[in-house]
């Protein structure tokens, strides 16, 4: 490749024809400038194709490094989406089988209380069944109580030349087999009103007799105090008509 250097010291044979040197030597200095202005211009364009290859070389780097971070994220993003469709799909069965365990349990103590329920039933039938013969034969008694006081009544305040008093009687012992059957018929209505005194024969109150009954009973404590209170209120009221 021609240098300027070389075009410049370029020297031509003379000749009786030739070119005139003044016009060769101006031409040759004009062409070297231009030639140099090209040679600077290349120099240039290199460097500068020099600088975009290297940044192109960057860019490929950086754009696999891109590459290779979004192909991480994918993977982390896959690797998240999996574990939490894992853990979603623990939670939920965690879930219905507490909703299983809790709906089994709920059963069984509905079963539990309905059997409850059901005894409880029976003991309160027993129950009252046995203090209402237990209430009867203390009528029973008390109405042989009140025969006696009728006698002593009439002696007391019907002389001989009168009536006998079997009216008032036979009047008392209407009204108490009518209130005999009202009592019955609202023995578990029945609230307390007073205790009962009277010593039957065997030495003991009926208060005693229910509570030594209560004792040796397993019903609840609650079912033993109703049935005592009905049990009191009707004698209560039993015993105000005798008196």
């Known amino acids: 490749m021609i240098t300027p250097q070389e ?4 020297a031509f044979a003379s000749s009786v024809r030739g070119y005139k040197k ?7 200095d004009e062409i070297m400038m231009d030639y ?29 490094s891109v590459m290779k971070t979004l192909e991480e994220a994918k993977s982390l993003m896959s690797d998240i989406s999996a574990s939490a469709e894992k853990r979603a799909e623990v939670i939920i069965k965690d879930a219905q089988l507490e909703a299983k365990k809790i709906t089994r349990e709920a059963r069984e103590s509905v079963s ?15 129950f009252k069944d046995n203090y209402r ?20 009544l009439r002696d007391d305040f019907f002389p001989a030349s009168m009536t006998d008093g079997s009216d008032l009687k036979v009047a008392h012992k209407e009204k108490q087999e009518d ?16 205790d009962v005194n009277t010593q039957p024969p065997d030495g003991a109150t009926l208060t005693e007799k229910v509570f030594d009954e209560l004792n040796g009973s397993d019903f609840d404590d609650k079912a033993k105090t109703m049935v005592i209170n009905d049990a009191q209120g009707l004698l209560s009221k039993k015993t105000r008509i005798i008196k």
């Open 179 to 194: 209130e005999r059957k009202t009592s019955e018929l609202s023995f578990s209505d029945l609230g307390i009103e007073e």
């Open 7 to 10: 075009i410049e010291t370029k």
């Open 36 to 64: 140099q202005e090209l040679i600077n211009e290349n120099g240039k364009l290199r460097r500068k194709v020099e600088e975009l290859n290297g940044q192109i070389a960057d860019n490929k780097k950086s754009e696999a």
């Open 22 to 28: 003044e016009e060769v030597d101006v031409f040759l």
């Open 133 to 152: 013969k237990m209430l009867t034969g203390e009528l029973d008694r008390l109405d042989g109580t009140s025969d006696s006081f009728f006698e002593d």
């Open 112 to 126: 539990v209380l309905t059997e409850e329920s059901e005894q409880m039933k029976k003991n309160i039938g027993t």
